[in-house]
């Protein structure tokens, strides 16, 4: 269902057109009239709020046009807590001057004042009004903004104009602290590496989190860049507190993913006291850093009616108003207020479900930079690709310079562009000295002056003979900690340890083509050669002769009609059909209740990753002799699941093991294929245990419970370790329920912090 808006009178705006043709306020038709307003996106579409058709969108904006700032803040889309939360942020008396602006006065305004006099509006614009006035702008009036307003980080020029700065993502499929180190050596060798050191961790276990925190923190200290820029290792936030009370100093700035509302949030086990609490805590140089991304609320099932673009609104101004919280906790220590906070916009990570094509995803980039920005936030990009969206290698290139255009502060960068953990594709060292090079963009100035004393770049900003050449800053690395070996030894040593990491499936860019800016070409033949790959992957699918492997498989089957359908349609994954659904249940009976763990296994994103030689059958065996050693009681039947995600499994769960009266906990093991483009052929193992009451509760059994260990092959995390880790997370899971009685007698859990991060769930889903 789409959204037709043919009868726009002249001069009407949205609340005239609504009680014109309802008769009174009718919340769902405004939410149709802002999502028809939107620029075309699949995300969208799903939700039945796209526009009909151009002459539908061009009417839904001409009512906002015409709307008052003020008749906006007083008809939110919805409301919920974290609503009232940013809107105390607001200055109140910027508020009430601006009430009488139409959104097309405060589009106009945009475009033609001052950046001083735009910047004294901002703190009167509510989040849903500038969502509501990116609508209304084309791609060039959203460059054109942007690239006229801008808020560098404290002390830096990051953010600043004219500066593209980078976050190095020196992501490891087994979180081995070489391949993160040698990743950020291989960064600084193309002067590429300024905002922050920032790693995605396999594991959010606070030991595995400590060393790599660890492991950043010692180049920041080795180099004498502590003061300069942070590091953070982006687990659940609760997890870097931990890790910081335990190791004090060792952790940088902290990072959490947020949503656009409390229920979203709930998914990433984020609540508005913990953040507010959080905020509180961060008084020191560095403070919290965010990241987003359009569609996230709607695919996890929280969308509330609203279009995509007012929920990634709301994000931004959640992080405003956490933002002035860690300025008041600067200032209650004592110190200036100067909050380091920064938003990573990471688009396109969810996939076509979202949108789909290389125009949307530019249309998405410009419309978050610019919200980010009007909401008085410093903004990067992730301008990331799924290797199931319309966008190729190719295609990245001209989405990146659209996007520039529109002056984000800072974009990801990674030896090629292809991240070798969460198989997507996103900007390379070589995309960086590519646009600085052509549009004469800079990095930060103390950066550029260490990439100066290692050697990489000479006094006027040339590229040396070192530039690219990783072993070059390793030995610089090694000097500064007092090496007094020779260069011709430290050297030997760096290469030995470079082809280690490449054994792991890490790439390393080492030197460069015919220009500074082109990837080695070898390396070139290497990354489009995973490209094509993930592409064959991505349309696999489970073959008879596998299945009849498992042994005592049921095959299930979710609601998507094929492949097509599973890729394209998430929602059809999510849920058995109706054949699937009534064997669990006689599955069920005749289990009698004997069982206690059940094992599910799905094809997902990359059916090979279950077919491998040396990935499935290793950790199955492995895993049910650890269960065994561990007194559960585990299901015969290995359940398997055709064109299956992560939630069509907690359906699983709940028909097999909902009841009421038992608060023994339930396990469900749900394996899993993950997105191809790393190469690995990976897979995931979901765990999921808590009592048969909560399983009892339909819907309660979500991500915010569930413990993930990602990355399974044989040329990663192997079958066998993961398998052993997996029994002792259950473990974890069931030692940490506890039962306390509700007020009307009912009970409910507490829970331990869940170490499923946003990023990897969504390559499921």
Aim: net charge negative.
């Amino acid at each position: 269902m789409s959204v037709s808006l043919r009868d726009v009178l002249t001069g009407e705006d949205v609340f005239g057109y609504i009680h014109r043709v309802q008769g009174s306020f009718d919340s769902r038709l405004f939410q149709r009239i802002l999502g028809a307003a939107n620029a075309f996106k699949e995300g969208d579409e799903a939700l039945g709020i796209a526009a009909a058709d151009q002459d539908s969108r061009a009417n839904a904006r001409a009512l906002l046009a015409r709307t008052r700032l003020g008749d906006l803040h007083s008809h939110p889309p919805f409301e919920d807590r974290l609503h009232a939360f940013m809107m105390e942020a607001l200055d109140v008396e910027e508020l009430q001057r601006l009430e009488d602006w139409t959104l097309g006065q405060l589009k106009a305004y945009l475009l033609s004042a001052d950046e001083a006099d735009v910047r004294g509006i901002l703190g009167g614009l509510g989040s849903d009004v500038i969502a509501c006035v990116v609508k209304l702008m084309s791609d060039a009036e959203l460059k054109a903004v942007g690239s006229r307003i801008f808020h560098p980080l404290p002390g830096s020029n990051l953010g600043a104009k004219g500066y593209l700065g980078a976050r190095l993502q020196p992501n490891s499929p087994t979180d081995h602290p070489d391949d993160i180190r040698w990743q950020v050596f291989n960064g600084w060798s193309f002067a590429v590496g300024d905002v922050v050191l920032g790693t995605n961790p396999v594991s959010s276990a606070p030991e595995s989190v400590a060393a790599v925190e660890a492991a950043l923190h010692d180049l920041l200290v080795t180099f004498g860049l502590t003061e300069v820029m942070p590091h953070c290792v982006l687990s659940h936030i609760d997890v870097q507190a931990k890790v910081e009370a335990l190791r004090p100093g060792t952790t940088g700035i902290w990072f959490q993913s947020l949503a656009g509302n409390e229920a979203a949030n709930r998914t990433f086990d984020v609540t508005l006291e913990k953040m507010a609490e959080h905020a509180a805590s961060r008084t020191g140089r560095y403070g919290l850093y965010f990241e987003t991304g359009q569609g996230a609320d709607a695919t996890n099932g929280h969308h509330f009616g609203c279009d995509m673009l007012v929920h990634e609104s709301r994000k931004y101004g959640f992080a405003r108003a956490l933002k002035a919280r860690v300025s008041l906790a600067q200032l209650g220590a004592g110190r200036t207020p100067a909050p380091w906070v920064h938003v990573n916009d990471v688009a396109g990570f969810i996939g076509p479900e979202v949108f789909r094509t290389r125009e949307q995803l530019v249309r998405c980039c410009l419309e978050d930079i610019v919200m980010g920005k009007l909401h008085g936030l410093m903004i990067g990009l992730d301008v990331c690709s799924t290797l199931h969206m319309d966008v190729s290698l190719d295609d990245l290139t001209w989405c990146l310079e659209q996007v520039v255009e529109a002056a984000p502060g800072y974009l990801m960068a990674l030896p090629t562009r292809n991240d070798p953990m969460l198989s997507y594709l996103t900007t390379s060292f070589q995309d960086h000295v590519r646009l600085r090079e052509k549009r004469g963009l800079k990095v930060d100035d103390r950066m550029w002056a260490f990439f100066q004393s290692l050697g990489v770049i000479d006094e006027a900003g040339r590229p040396t003979e070192h530039f690219g050449d990783p072993a070059w800053v390793y030995l610089q690395y090694r000097r500064r900690k007092g090496d007094e070996r020779s260069d011709a030894s430290i050297l030997e040593e760096a290469r030995s340890e470079m082809a280690a990491v490449r054994e792991r499936g890490v790439p390393l860019a080492v030197g460069h083509g015919e220009t500074p800016w082109e990837l080695e070409p070898s390396l070139e033949r290497e990354l489009r050669a995973l490209y094509e790959d993930a592409k064959v992957g991505l349309w696999s699918e489970l073959t008879d002769s596998v299945v009849a492997g498992i042994p005592e498989a049921v095959m299930l089957r979710t609601c998507a009609e094929d492949r097509r359908d599973y890729i394209l349609h998430p929602p059809s994954g999510e849920r058995l059909d109706s054949a699937s659904e009534l064997a669990v249940r006689m599955l069920r009976l005749r289990h009698e209740g004997r069982w206690d763990a059940q094992i599910l296994i799905s094809d997902g994103l990359d059916a090979r990753s279950l077919m491998d030689e040396g990935h499935l059958h290793p950790f199955l065996t492995e895993l049910r002799r650890e269960l065994d050693a561990a007194g559960w009681k585990v299901a015969p039947e290995h359940l398997v699941l055709k064109h299956g995600r992560v939630r069509a499994g907690y359906q699983v769960g709940e028909l097999l093991f909902g009841d009421a009266e038992e608060r023994a906990p339930r396990a469900l093991i749900h394996v899993i294929g993950e997105r191809p483009g790393s190469g690995h052929h990976a897979f995931s193992a979901y765990l999921t245990a808590p009592s048969a009451t909560t399983w009892g509760r339909q819907g309660r059994a979500d991500h915010d419970i569930t413990r993930l260990i990602a990355g399974i092959s044989d040329t990663s995390v192997r079958p066998e370790a993961a398998a052993r880790e997996a029994v002792s997370l259950l473990a974890e899971l069931t030692a940490t329920t506890r039962m306390k009685p509700l007020a009307e007698g009912g009970v409910t859990e507490l829970r331990a912090v869940p170490q499923l991060r946003a990023e990897p769930e969504l390559a499921h889903r």
